[in-house]
């Protein structure tokens, strides 16, 4: 159950413009959660060092299960959009429109799985899987700008040709920078779900794999980690980059009156993703595989059994993958396309 609300206001321009202003809504009323009963919700202990989230006891309360998944519901949730949108139309046949859009997203479940322990198992966290804080969700759209111009003409009675590029640029999708285990940082029993810690300096981190000038040099680098070091990572609170994407469309129409109708023969080519037929560098949409990227590896516990350790290896190259499947992909894809209108 979803409550929804939207306020939107056209208004003429000087110059012949058409401004537009869009406001969207949303607030959960009735969501998915899930929580694993077979777990003691009690924290055993808390981690000691900078990074001192609760630790819990991986041991079945009734060991004739695995898990033993409750669904249930939640309030908490909302989204919201606004748009800004300007258009132009000449006199010439001339056409253009410019719009931004921010969009947030914020959930404590996305509910993506097909099955009820997956969606509990595979939420990224800090305070353990039972006890979920609301966070960014997977479909967050951030910023996105859109441009649109067209130019359309007839002449020789009988002939229009009409030609159209399409601009989309768009914030890049999500991910989360997590552990990856050797042991079980948290006691929930899964891996590959807690998010790090973000540390400062060197006196906040015990490495015992990789060093710290390699760390330290990959947190100043990178733009979300340089900004919240000191502070735990949110849940997909970083992004792959900014993509720029140019659509072409070309339309021919040849068109008599017979027979007291309008017959057409209409001749298209699209050219989705333009920009890279012109550069094979340019174009490029990006993703971050499981919305999620390994910063460091838990290695177990220290002497004392409550402060962690870590290891670091520094990537090859770029954290993300380049989108090269399906229609819309980083590949630049052209189809023709023949109809008849009467």
Known sequence: ????????????????MIGTLEGLYTKTINNVIYYNLNRDPNADFYLTGADNRPH?????????????????????????????????????????????TFGRAMVLN????????????????VNGLN?????????DMGHRVIAFVTYQKEYLKNLSTAISLYYNGQSGGVYSYVYGNRG??????ESTNNLVYIPASSS????????????????KNDDYLSEHRGEYAERNGARSPFS?????????????????????????????????????????????????HQLLRFEGFDTDGTTPTFSFSKPDGDIWNIDDA????????????IRYIF
């Open 184 to 189: 079980n940082l948290n006691g929930n029993g």
């Open 1 to 16: 159950q979803m409550f929804r609300a939207s306020l939107a206001v056209d208004q003429k321009l000087p110059w012949g």
């Open 56 to 100: 819990y006891n991986r041991d079945e309360i009734d060991d004739d299960y695995t898990r033993i998944m409750l669904g249930a519901n939640t309030g908490e949730g909302y989204t919201y959009n606004i748009t800004a949108k300007l258009e132009k139309p000449f006199d010439n046949g001339l056409s253009a429109t410019f719009a931004y």
């Open 204 to 219: 906040e981190i015990i490495l015992t794999g990789g060093n710290w000038s390699e760390l330290d040099e990959f947190i």
């Open 131 to 139: 006890n979920l804080d609301l966070s960014r969700s997977d479909f």
């Open 110 to 125: 996305d509910g993506t799985s097909s099955q009820n322990s997956s969606q509990w198992r595979y939420m990224e966290q």
């Open 326 to 337: 399906g229609f819309n992909s980083s590949r630049w894809q052209a189809q023709l396309g």
């Open 244 to 292: 720029n994407i140019i659509d072409l469309k070309f339309i021919q129409d040849i068109f008599v009156d017979a027979g007291g109708r309008k017959h057409t023969l209409q001749l298209t080519f699209d050219m989705f993703n333009l920009t890279n037929w012109i550069n094979k560098d340019w174009g490029r949409r990006y993703y971050v595989s499981y919305d999620a």
